[in-house]
């Protein structure tokens, strides 16, 4: 019978390797529930019926939630979220202060992709004019909160990398709700086909079925080089002593 000798240094990295393999892979499995349980969230609300802005205030889970608009937008103040990609072109994404003509409540509405094919030329866009009844969701970015940066005390509309709706409020001296709202499709909007998650749950079962796969290997392997190096040492001739 073999004699299973793995040796002490082969132990220890398995001993350190296998549960950081295992535990990634059951991450990974536990990110894919999370993206299956907003991916749900999401279509039950964009379904529901738009709500105003007093219940979206009081919300304490505003992300994909259907808000009613009325009110006008902001022309002199617009933003533009550089570095957007659509169907592999380059562009970026309109946004701008709308106030609710009710509450007086600004509010911060992305308007939805531009292409920006040639950055010697400023993205051309324009804005609706007078009142407008519109329907947006509330976005909330996974993960940390985005920060304004490189915002610039005049020159607009400015090119920015990260947005955070509250930080603009700060800079133009008003009373905002700290979200972005993203419109749906309609005649004030550009291209609004937003991904709720930037990778499905498949891609989370994917990537924990390549670490249990590796977890698997290197038991795998720990266990055939400890039962070889048993047989080495069983097939070695014993040395008698007079």
Request: net charge positive; hydrophobic share 45%.
């Amino acid at each position: 019978m073999s004699t299973f000798r793995p040796g002490l240094a082969p132990t220890l990295v398995v001993l350190a390797l296998l549960p950081v393999l295992l535990g990634l892979g059951f991450w990974q499995l536990s990110r894919a529930e999370e993206k299956r349980q907003l991916l749900a969230s999401a279509d039950a609300r964009r379904i529901a019926a738009p709500v105003g802005i007093e219940s979206l205030r009081a919300s304490s889970e505003p992300a994909h939630l259907r808000v009613r608009l009325n009110g006008h937008f902001d022309a002199a103040h617009s933003l533009l979220l550089d570095s957007r990609i659509r169907d592999g072109k380059a562009g970026v994404e309109l946004l701008q202060p709308f106030q609710d003509s009710a509450s007086g409540q600004w509010l911060l509405v992305n308007r939805g992709w531009l292409p920006w094919p040639d950055r010697r030329v400023a993205p051309a866009f324009t804005t609706p004019d007078g009142e407008q009844m519109l329907v947006a969701r509330a976005y909330v970015p996974p993960g940390a909160a985005f920060e304004l940066k490189h915002l610039q005390a005049s020159g607009w509309p400015q090119l920015v990398n990260q947005v955070e709706a509250a930080a603009l409020w700060r800079h133009l001296g008003r009373n905002g709700l700290p979200l972005e709202l993203r419109l749906e499709e309609g005649p004030a909007a550009y291209r609004t086909d937003w991904p709720v998650v930037a990778m499905g749950p498949e891609k989370h079962i994917g990537y924990a079925v390549q670490w249990f796969a590796l977890a698997a290997a290197l038991l795998g392997l720990f266990i055939y080089f400890g039962l070889r190096k048993g047989r080495e040492n069983n097939n070695e001739p014993s040395t008698r002593h007079a």
